[in-house]
């Protein structure tokens, strides 16, 4: 697997600031009830849990990573427009991917934490 240039990353952490600017969590909502069938919902609503706890505390480097994610799935205009039937979700399900793997111990922590088990 080829490594990330360092300039393809500052790329990406500018338009995760920029996303994670655009994340509006009253759409980020009302966007999950209606996408419960898709097969990455559960992804979707575990980032949304995680950012909208009050309970359960992140980082800021965390918080802008999912806000940057849901605000990117939310939002119909990005590399592949969300009008183009199939392809315009797989940019989406790309940026979703991205973040569950970054995220994967945090995301297990907060299942635990979730039914009250160890942090």
């Known amino acids: 697997m080829r490594a990330i ?4 990353q500052e ?6 600031d920029a996303l994670a600017g655009k994340f509006d969590e009253k759409e980020a909502k ?14 979707f609503a575990i980032l949304y849990e995680m950012i909208a706890s009050s309970d359960y505390s992140i980082t800021r480097k965390t918080k802008f ?4 994610t849901l605000a990117y799935v939310v939002t119909p ?3 592949i427009p969300d009008f183009i039937a199939v392809a315009g979700w797989l940019d ?3 940026v979703l991917s991205l973040a569950m793997s970054a995220l994967r111990e945090e995301i297990e922590s907060f299942k635990l934490f979730r039914i009250g088990g160890p942090r």
């Open 5 to 8: 240039s360092v300039t393809l």
């Open 11 to 16: 790329k990406a952490r500018k338009l995760r």
């Open 30 to 43: 009302e966007f999950a009830p209606s996408h419960r069938k898709e097969s990455w919902y559960d992804d």
């Open 65 to 68: 990573i999912i806000a940057g």
């Open 77 to 79: 205009i990005d590399v």
């Open 92 to 94: 989406d399900t790309f």
